[in-house]
């Protein structure tokens, strides 16, 4: 396939118009002993039709999610998706829109940027949000880099019940700065110990970053947490699950300074990891402080309400190396995705899903527990995850799993945390009761 | 920010033009965005106890909350989202669609971004079930597929870049950058050498000294000689034993393939330093040079723009990283290898790694695209991408610079610089990017990377016909702002609104709706 639409006659027109003789004239800038001779070591391009089986059948030799039943999470949820995300967010004028720098002809991302903040803002219980960050993991290392902006100390903590891709990325960024990094360690219920978070908080300590629900899917009591945080005069960073706060109370509440999540909860499919959507909020005196695009809704010169870019002055192509990140291309189609099911799902609905997420994950773990050889790993309430220990081997019960169409969980041995004997289970509001019973049935019998 | 003298009306329907015979219609204007008035946001929309979608109801008894939850921590309220019927939903996105431009319906010469047309195949390959609904924690087993898929891409790139590993985890442009600068951090002290400082020319993305700022380092600036390349005395001067990496764009950010990059290179490399690469240009030079053919010793990649991933109103993007010999013990893991009996599989084993960068393994529905463009195109096509995109930016420049100020010599890559010279007539470049809205055209970059520029950038997928059709409008404006320059000055007008106060949206900010 090629896309281009210029024709050899019309080649000639324009060459004659340039005045070169010929397209290879106007690569002279290169000199000759840096041109690639021959072609690339790339097949010769496919017809539509040749494309379509080529991947095709490479998708045939995956085995995803619809054709097994689901109980992975781990940070990525199979959760319903209303045939409306998919068919607003693929109308092409949003899909093929470039980042709004144009604001008038841009009003319709715009508003969208504008009121996905605002529900992003609701989600989280705070008082702004940006228009998106990559995903979760960069968004947690932002806001820490954030919050060593604000507090101009150079220490952080983060609790190891935090995903283990999040402390990871964290680690990797801070590598590169003048800045100490300290761990808390998971305590005996899944959750922060907050004895040891108590005496790794300092002076110094510029901010602490809490998952909640964590990686275990336990609750944190961030109502406790956060409080300890703040006597020492440090940040408290929270990540959650915008999902949660159909049940729960949002992080804001509790007085967190920044939040910051996964949002691909929110309409987005798998998709193998990516692309997924990182969520910031914040409170509003650290505005101006916060990484990534911001729109804000102003006036025209007839007085009309519209909307813009905001803020730009914190941005890379306006501050450069003094810049709050360097953040460029976001998620904005992403955005529109978790915007596009928020508005569908609603109030309501995002608080059946909420419940749904909370009596069926209860329904499976009592289920579960009540096997022998099973039990729940972590005493600590938990909201549509949670983590199991077994006598058996998890390898090998997963793959029993797996040989019957069930995606059982997710193996901590993959974690290398000293949790092998452990799996945790994730159950969505899309898995039935029926679903749920085939998979303690399962586990029952091996 | 207020006017007097213009309506509404002033330049909607902007004066006949006479067409050259047999040949082009009339110029049009976007008369389908002429919506006046604001449509009203999600939450002045809908009822109390609407909702657009519904669940089962559930078939498992309710489990309790307040002996399974800490009564502090429930919601007494719930979050106040809009409360919508599904209809309202859909018009509300669709009316929003109508107020954007997009490539389906506009020419975006958008210089740097290289906006080119997004093939539909690619959406409906990235949406193919097999694809798109795979979990990141099902086992390599059940992933053959989309693993060897991404092995496939991973050498595409490594062979399209010269270089011989590459890893498709960074999420972006500027994440691919700041993860270059961190292998090469890494490296460097390796050897026990602690470098602070990294080179730019004056002329790069403001993502580059962004990304040095990430990575700890001091971005120092090198200057351009007048013609657009890189002033190599002033390059000699400021590279020394202290310093990490120069970060070039070539072709560059003035359109330029900057011939001195071999005696670049060599200069850089004298002092221990890398270079680097941005490659947000590669579209003008795919199959026709090499970056690790010209001493590049690691670059990125920016899917959205060269391989023509949708840009999404902002992203997703995807910034694969390209490095040389001596840099890959540093690459993030995980990587996707190839285990040598044709089957495929994530290897975490690296030990010098700078570790991950973001979660799971990358943006994969982007790169699933990217692979379907690439596979497309081959090797053929690619060539032939880059050969029309730099026919059709010299075309345009050539037919501009009759009427126009370029201020750098040509023969241009895919991309070039236009000075728009009527400030005698109180007339910016600002004024003439947002009368060409009024045209249905999407105004180039601007003021970037010098000041009162526009930087056009047709990209390979226009015609002949849409590009003679903006050699007009260009005109046209030239002779609005000679005749009637008021026209130009409070453009747009057939937008959904006239400029805005973007002033106050930052002095005053209003960034979520309250009620
Ligand atoms: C020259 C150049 N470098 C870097 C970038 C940053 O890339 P991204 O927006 O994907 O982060 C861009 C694009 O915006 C660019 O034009």
Redesign the pocket.
């Known amino acids: 396939m090629q896309y281009t639409q210029v024709t050899d006659a019309q080649v000639s027109e324009m060459l004659e118009t340039i005045g070169a003789e010929s397209i290879e004239e106007l690569f002279s800038p290169i000199p000759d002993k840096l041109r690639t001779k021959g072609d690339l070591n790339i097949p010769k391009g496919v017809s539509e039709l040749e494309l379509l089986r080529d991947t095709e059948s490479l998708a045939g030799r995956n085995h995803a999610t619809g054709e097994l039943i689901s109980f992975l999470g781990g940070g990525a949820y199979d959760h319903f998706i209303p045939t409306v995300v998919d068919a607003m967010s693929g109308q092409s004028e949003l899909l093929t829109a470039y980042t709004p720098y144009q604001a008038e002809a841009s009003q319709g991302v715009l508003q969208l940027f504008y009121e996905f903040q605002t529900m992003i803002c609701e989600l989280t219980g705070m008082d702004v949000a940006n228009a998106s960050l990559y995903e979760g993991a960069s968004a947690a290392a932002e806001a820490t880099l954030m919050a060593i902006n604000i507090t101009r100390r150079k220490r952080v903590v983060i609790a190891e019940t935090a995903h283990p891709d999040t402390v990871s990325v964290l680690r990797t960024y801070l590598a590169q700065q003048d800045v100490e990094l300290a761990t808390v360690q998971v305590g005996e219920d899944g959750c922060i110990d907050s004895q040891s978070l108590s005496a790794k908080l300092n002076g110094e300590t510029a901010a602490v970053i809490v998952q909640s629900p964590n990686f275990f899917g336990c609750i944190e009591r961030i109502d406790r947490l956060i409080p300890m945080i703040h006597e020492h005069g440090a940040l408290a960073i929270v990540s959650t699950d915008p999902i949660a706060s159909g049940l729960l109370k949002p992080p804001g509440t509790f007085d967190a300074d920044i939040v910051v999540g996964e949002g691909q909860a929110l309409g987005i499919p798998l998709q193998y990891g990516g692309p997924y959507l990182g969520l910031l909020a914040a409170k509003e005196k650290y505005l101006r402080k916060m990484p990534g695009r911001v729109v804000g809704m102003t006036n025209d010169l007839d007085g009309r309400r519209g909307f813009c870019l905001a803020l730009q002055t914190r941005e890379q192509h306006i501050k450069r190396e003094r810049a709050t990140s ?4 976001n998620q904005g189609l992403l955005a529109m995705r978790a915007s596009i099911y928020l508005a569908t799902m609603g109030k309501q609905g995002i608080a059946a899903v909420a419940t749904q997420c909370f009596d069926k994950s209860h329904y499976a773990a009592t289920s579960i527990a009540e096997l022998d050889g099973y039990e729940l790993a972590f005493d600590a309430p938990f909201f549509k995850e949670f983590t199991v220990r077994t006598t058996k081997s998890v390898d090998k019960l997963l793959s029993v799993c797996r040989d019957s169409g069930i995606l059982g969980g997710v193996a901590l041995s993959r974690f290398a945390m000293g949790l092998d004997d452990c799996f945790m289970v994730a159950v969505t509001e899309k898995r039935s009761k029926q679903e749920i019973d085939a998979l303690v049935e399962m586990l029952g019998a091996i | 920010m207020t006017t007097t003298t213009t309506k509404r009306e002033v330049g909607q329907t902007p004066p006949k033009q006479v067409a050259p015979p047999g040949r082009k219609p009339e110029l049009k204007t976007k008369a389908s965005y002429s919506t006046t008035g604001d449509h009203p946001l999600l939450f002045e929309l809908g009822a109390p106890g609407l909702c657009g979608s519904g669940l089962p109801v559930s078939d498992v008894p309710n489990a309790d909350r307040t002996t399974n939850l800490p009564v502090e921590m429930l919601a007494t309220s719930l979050p106040a989202l809009p409360e919508v019927g599904e209809l309202d939903v859909v018009r509300h996105y669709k009316r929003l669609a109508h107020r954007c431009f997009s490539i389906d319906e506009n020419f975006y010469p958008l210089g ?2 290289t906006m080119k047309y997004n093939p539909r195949i690619n959406e409906r390959v990235a949406f193919i079930p097999g694809l798109a609904n795979l979990h990141p924690y099902q086992s390599d087993s059940d992933t053959q597929g989309m693993l060897e898929l991404l092995y496939r891409l991973r050498c595409d790139l490594q062979e399209i870049s010269g270089l011989p590993e590459v890893t498709l985890q960074p999420a ?6 700041m993860t270059a600068l961190m292998i090469i951090t890494a490296y460097h002290r390796s050897r026990g050498e602690h470098r602070t400082k990294v080179l730019a020319p004056d002329s ?2 403001g ?2 000294p962004a990304s040095c700022a990430i990575c700890g380092h001091k971005a120092v600036t090198v200057k351009s000689k007048p013609d657009g390349r890189v002033d190599l005395d002033d390059l000699r001067a400021k590279v020394d034993q202290d310093t990490a990496a120069f970060m070039i ?1 070539n072709p560059n ?1 003035t359109g330029i393939f900057d011939e001195q990059i071999a005696e670049i290179a060599e200069i850089v490399h004298a002092k221990g330093a890398q270079l680097y690469l ?1 490659g ?2 590669m579209n003008a030079i795919l199959g026709i040079t090499r970056p690790g053919d010209f001493g590049v010793d690691c670059m ?1 990649f ?1 899917t ?2 060269t391989f023509s991933t949708p840009h999404g109103g902002g ?1 997703p ?1 995807a ?1 694969p990283v390209g490095v040389a010999e001596h840099l890959r013990p540093f690459l993030p893991v995980p990587q996707v290898i190839e285990n040598g009996n044709g089957s495929f599989a994530w290897c975490d084993d690296r030990e010098k790694s700078i570790g991950k960068v973001r979660s799971f393994f990358g943006q994969v529905g982007v790169l699933v695209r990217a692979y379907a463009y690439i596979r497309s195109l081959g090797c053929d096509g690619l060539k032939d991408v880059s050969q029309k995109a730099v026919l059709n930016a010299n075309y345009l420049a050539a037919k501009l610079k009759e009427r126009f100020n370029l201020p750098f010599p040509g023969p241009y890559a895919h991309e070039f610089i236009l000075i728009p010279d009527f400030a005698g007539d109180g007339v910016s470049e600002n004024d003439v990017a947002k009368r060409l809205i009024d045209y249905g055209i999407h105004p180039p970059t601007m003021s970037w990377p010098i000041h009162h520029c526009l930087m056009i950038e047709p990209t390979e997928t226009e015609s002949k016909r849409t590009l003679d059709n903006f050699v007009d409008v260009m005109n046209k404006i030239a002779d609005e702002v000679a005749e009637n320059p008021s026209i130009v000055k409070n453009a747009p007008h057939t937008m959904p609104v006239r400029r805005l106060d973007e002033v106050a949206a930052s002095r005053k900010p209003n960034v979520r709706w309250k009620a």
Do not use: F, V
């Open positions: 360097n953040i460029c291309t | 740097s971004c972006a442009g500027a994440h691919g950058e790069a993305h993502t580059n764009t950010t941005d947000a240009n990125h920016n959205h723009k992203g993007g910034g």
